[in-house]
């Protein structure tokens, strides 16, 4: 199958879906935090424009990679409590019931406390094809407040 026809399978249904918990966990893809976690898949696309929907769940101490998004991500925090930084910026704690917003191509990174798990729903839209560009890992001593 081409990656052009593997897209356009990729897209989000075109009347209302229910998505039970549970249908779709997995561990996420390995060189994209310190250490893997639990990422459910709520919605996937790979069309422009379309957003995709997860949640996960990060293990205490568990940071993602510096990444970006090319139209943005929103973060809502389910519970515990995690941590978060854009480049240049303070390492912020997150909640239960914050919502955060990274701004489209904003460099950063979120993980979990090292003493707290993390949960959160993250939606991020897709342009060319992508919704998100992994970077470097994120420096130890940078995930604590």
Known sequence: MTDDVAAKLRALPMQMTIRRPGEAIARAPD???SAPFWAEVLFDSAQDGENTMMRAH???GIVTRWHTHPRG???Y???GVGLAQRDGGPVEE???GDCVWFA???RHW???QRHSTFSYVSIQAVRDGAMVHWLEPVAQERNAP
Do not use: M, N, T, Y
Request: aromatic fraction near 0%.
């Open 77 to 79: 925090v389910l519970s």
């Open 31 to 33: 060189g994209i935090a």
């Open 110 to 112: 979120h993980g979990a």
């Open 104 to 106: 489209p191509g904003e």
């Open 94 to 96: 997150l909640r239960a």
């Open 58 to 60: 990060v293990d205490p």
């Open 73 to 75: 991500q929103l973060l």
